[in-house]
């Protein structure tokens, strides 16, 4: 029983003095502190430089003058100009349709006649008139016979004056039966057709002004401030347009990438109570190109086209893209000792890749570019340009894309 109870004492004693003999002979190992990971980032320096902002803006291209022919005779049409039809073109001054004229035409010749009796009516009863005032002062004749021949005498012009007036309106009537183009312009819609008859007040056609178009353009409180308008609700006089801000019209027609170009001229008349915008408007002269020196491509009204207006410029603005800029409107500055410094910047427009900068970065400063998670204010950073394909220590442009060393195998 108790050489059961001194062999696993022997075997417990002959394992801690093993343990111990190996601990003593063990071999000394140097300790050395792991070397923290030092983020890489891409840089860019600075300059501060003169910049233009500009506007972006959607909008749809309106015709100036939309009218709605109307027809201020009765009568029938026998005759429609081809330039009548949908999308058909015309000048200012151009029979578009005719009505039947031959009522108008007896009129015109009845009127005449009546003025013609008129006139010879007025002619003896001026005779008449004339006649017993002579006799009055001979005291050959009463008093009441030469007033009742000059009231004879203002009758007689009297009715001259409103024979001439029947003449003037059946004239007037007459002219009517041609409906004639009150400017250069295109059809929208045709009302009326030959063998129609139409009465005072039917509608001819729609047709709308093609010397110029306009765009309407919405733009927020803050963007309107980016524009060069002196008073952005005054009304605009014909010679400030030529001063307006230059705006670019982009849109694809016809399967072709086109360009337009044109000046703003005016504002709305009030801001918008529902979206808070104002709309400013756009003008391009000779949309057809109906002129030499036109556009090559037509700008035709209904179509959805992209504005880029050209805003005031800023003189010393620095632009940076969107990566360098984080929340709070900070920017990352590189110091002398390659640590990162929070920046407070002063953001005077969001573009979709770039911001640009009213103040806040110096000349020369180092801004980082790329994404840095986690910064600290005084971080360590192994700063790389972007103009370098690789950073001393080899690593690859293609590694600084993915921003810092713990970020690289995400």
């Not at 902002?53 to 909008?59: N, P, S």
């Not at 049409?77 to 015309?90: C, E, K, Q, T």
């Not at 109906?290 to 805003?311: C, H, K, T």
Request: charged share 30%.
């Amino acid at each position: 029983m108790r050489r059961r109870l001194l062999i696993p004492a022997a075997i417990l004693t002959a394992g801690i003095l093993g343990f111990a003999l190996l601990m003593a002979t063990r071999a000394e190992v140097d300790r050395v502190e792991p070397a923290p990971d030092v983020p890489i980032v891409r840089t860019m320096v600075v300059e501060p430089g003169p910049h233009r902002l500009e506007v972006e803006a959607h909008g749809t291209v309106e015709p100036p003058v939309e009218s709605e022919l109307r027809a201020q005779v009765d009568g029938e049409v026998v005759w429609v100009s081809p330039s009548l039809s949908p999308g058909g073109f015309f000048e200012a001054g151009v029979v578009l349709a005719r009505l039947d004229d031959t009522d108008y035409g007896h009129e015109v010749e009845a009127a005449r006649a009546a003025r013609d009796r008129a006139k010879s009516a007025v002619s003896v009863a001026r005779r008449e008139h004339e006649r017993q005032q002579r006799l009055m002062n001979e005291s050959a004749a009463s008093v009441a016979r030469a007033d009742e021949a000059r009231d004879a005498f203002r009758a007689a012009e009297a009715a001259l004056r409103e024979a001439s007036v029947r003449v003037s309106r059946a004239e007037h009537d007459l002219a009517r039966t041609e409906i004639v183009a009150p400017y250069a312009g295109r059809t929208r819609e045709k009302g009326v057709d030959v063998g129609q008859y139409v009465r005072r007040g039917d509608e001819i056609a729609q047709i709308y002004a093609i010397a110029y178009a306009e765009v309407p353009l919405p733009l927020s409180d803050r963007e309107l401030a980016f524009l060069d308008l002196a008073h952005p609700f005054r009304g605009a006089v014909e010679g400030d347009l030529e001063d307006g801000p230059r705006v670019t019209l982009r849109a694809e027609f016809a399967g072709v990438p086109s360009e337009w170009t044109g000046r703003i001229v005016r504002t709305s008349a009030e801001i918008d109570a529902r979206s808070r915008t104002v709309t400013v408007v756009a003008r391009v002269d000779d949309p057809y190109g109906r002129s030499p020196g036109g556009p090559a491509m037509p700008l035709p009204v209904g179509l959805f086209v992209e504005a880029r207006i050209e805003g005031r410029e800023i003189p010393d603005t620095i632009v940076l893209p969107t990566t360098a800029l984080h929340e709070g409107d900070v920017v990352y500055v590189v110091d002398e000792e390659d640590r990162i410094r929070f920046q407070p910047v002063d953001v005077l427009r969001h573009l979709r890749e770039e911001v640009v900068l009213g103040g806040g970065v110096v000349a020369h400063a180092r801004v980082v570019t790329s994404p840095l998670r986690g910064a600290v204010d005084g971080m360590r950073v192994r700063p790389v340009e972007p103009a370098e394909h690789s950073n001393e220590d080899g690593v690859p442009a293609d590694t600084l894309e993915k921003g810092t060393l713990a970020e690289r195998g995400e």
